[in-house]
């Protein structure tokens, strides 16, 4: 599948400062979903069995897997214990 077109653009839009600042911060939040959602499955847990563990809500782990979550590092480092996973932050690519 081509796509040129659709790289274009992305390469223009990313030209502008707000709207790149958009785009990354979209692809943060899907790579957090995704990431949370491997590893809640690969502990073989719901997203309840989850929530109990780390003190929150089934709620606010579905939010964070469907890419709108806006939790806190608090939050998402009593998760991180709850897979037995460390939890990275980082800056940069």
């Known amino acids: 599948?081509?796509?040129?077109?659709?790289?274009?653009?992305?390469e223009k839009r990313m030209k502008d400062e707000s709207?790149?600042?958009?785009?990354?911060n979209e692809k943060a939040k899907?790579?957090?979903?995704?990431?949370?959602?491997?590893?809640?499955?690969?502990?073989?847990l719901t997203q309840k069995q989850l929530a109990e563990l780390a003190g929150t809500s089934q709620n606010a782990i579905s939010r964070?897997?469907?890419?709108?979550g806006n939790l806190s590092l608090k939050t998402l480092t009593r998760i991180a214990d709850a897979l037995d996973?460390?939890?990275a932050i980082r800056f940069g690519n």
């Not at 599948?1 to 992305?10: A, E, R």
């Not at 709207?19 to 990354?24: E, G, P, Q, R, V």
Request: proline share 3%; glycine share 6%; aromatic share 2%.
């Open 1 to 10: 599948m081509k796509t040129g077109y659709v790289d274009s653009i992305i």
């Open 19 to 24: 709207t790149k600042a958009d785009m990354l």
């Open 30 to 44: 899907l790579d957090l979903a995704v990431s949370l959602m491997k590893a809640r499955e690969h502990a073989k």
């Open 64 to 68: 964070v897997e469907n890419g709108n």
């Open 85 to 87: 996973q460390p939890l």
